[in-house]
């Protein structure tokens, strides 16, 4: 029988793929060996430790919310629709959510480290240039809404509601112009 041949990349696709159904809890190197049909030894020779494949498994969790976001991000109000993309990654991709956002980040202690993690510089500058406000003003709104987008993302990924998609976008907008006039 011919040895099988498995790289880093097919490895962090299935073991993303498994975060994607059943939770990062659930995921370690012999649950991903076993669903690639081999032995834990190709992902130690790809991982040092398990803490580092866990690493591997968050930074592409990371690319793919960030791909999730930005296609689902409209021509109109960008930071309005990133809203609406945050809050359908928590509930179309729940896991992915908690694994992400429900857990200590460390070397977050203000709302500023909070942008500077999560936020779009680029969308900042195009906006306040869109409304002819200060990045400032447009920095300011769009840590109000990451907040308030997280605790309506937070309802969704932990079951507490179930919300339409058009009345998320409703509330969103609302908060969103709310934040504008403030």
Do not use: C
């Not at 990349?9 to 939770?23: P, T, Y």
């Not at 030894?41 to 999730?68: D, G, H, R, V």
């Not at 689902?72 to 609406?84: F, T, Y």
């Not at 605790?151 to 509330?171: H, P, Q, R, Y």
Request: net charge neutral; glycine share 6%.
């Amino acid at each position: 029988m011919p040895k099988q041949i498995v790289n880093k990349e097919e490895i962090l696709k299935v073991a993303l793929q498994m975060v994607r159904d059943i939770g990062f809890e659930a995921v370690n190197a012999r649950s991903v060996a076993t669903k690639m049909g081999f032995s834990v030894q190709p992902i130690y020779s790809y991982f040092y430790n398990m803490e580092t494949l866990k690493q591997a498994i968050y930074e592409e969790a990371m690319k793919f919310y960030n791909k999730f976001i930005y296609s689902r991000i409209g021509s109109g109000d960008v930071l309005e629709s990133m809203a609406n993309a945050n809050v359908a990654f928590a509930k179309y991709e729940t896991n992915l959510f908690k694994l992400l956002f429900l857990q200590k980040l460390n070397g977050l202690n203000s709302f500023n480290d909070i942008y500077e993690w999560i936020g779009d510089k680029q969308a900042t500058i195009e906006l306040a240039e869109k409304l002819s406000l200060s990045q400032e003003k447009i920095k300011e709104v769009y840590i109000m809404l990451i907040v308030f987008t997280h605790g309506v993302a937070t309802m969704m990924a932990t079951g507490g509601a179930n919300i339409a998609d058009e009345e998320i976008a409703e509330f969103i907008k609302k908060g969103y112009n709310a934040f504008i006039k403030i």
